[in-house]
């Protein structure tokens, strides 16, 4: 599936805004205070995965896959983002939570 040629399915339109707010999210975070950005990474981390599991249960898991997969080409901003006491880079982060909202699309085959 390619840019143009996006699936429609209402899971996978709220898989693609999910991912968008996550992105965006990921994008400010340098900008947030310690436990603010805690906050926001926590819930990245569990509610992008969660979609996007929901995602390939309804419109199934190669769309799920192939939305995600579009996303995670996106560039983030490159900033040292403070999580648990180490600094983890903004990119790495992101990385982690497509790569992780990816399994979990392909574990609901």
């Known amino acids: 599936m390619t840019m143009t040629e996006m ?8 898989l693609r805004v999910e991912l968008d707010a996550a992105w965006k999210s990921i994008c400010t975070l340098g900008g947030l205070a310690d436990d603010a ?7 990245l ?3 992008v995965p969660d979609v996007a599991s929901r995602a390939a249960l309804e419109a199934g898991s190669e769309a799920a896959v192939a939305e995600i997969s579009r ?3 996106a560039e983030v901003v490159r900033a040292e983002v403070r999580q648990a006491g180490t600094v983890v880079p903004s990119t790495e982060l992101w990385d ?3 790569h992780t909202a990816a ?3 392909v574990a609901r085959r």
Do not use: K, T
Not at 7 to 14: E, K, L, Q, T
Not at 37 to 43: F, L, N, P, Y
């Open 7 to 14: 699936s429609d399915h209402p899971a996978i339109v709220r």
């Open 37 to 43: 950005r805690g906050r926001v990474v926590a819930e």
């Open 45 to 47: 981390r569990a509610a």
């Open 71 to 73: 996303f995670a080409e």
């Open 96 to 98: 982690d939570i497509v």
């Open 103 to 105: 399994e979990a699309a």
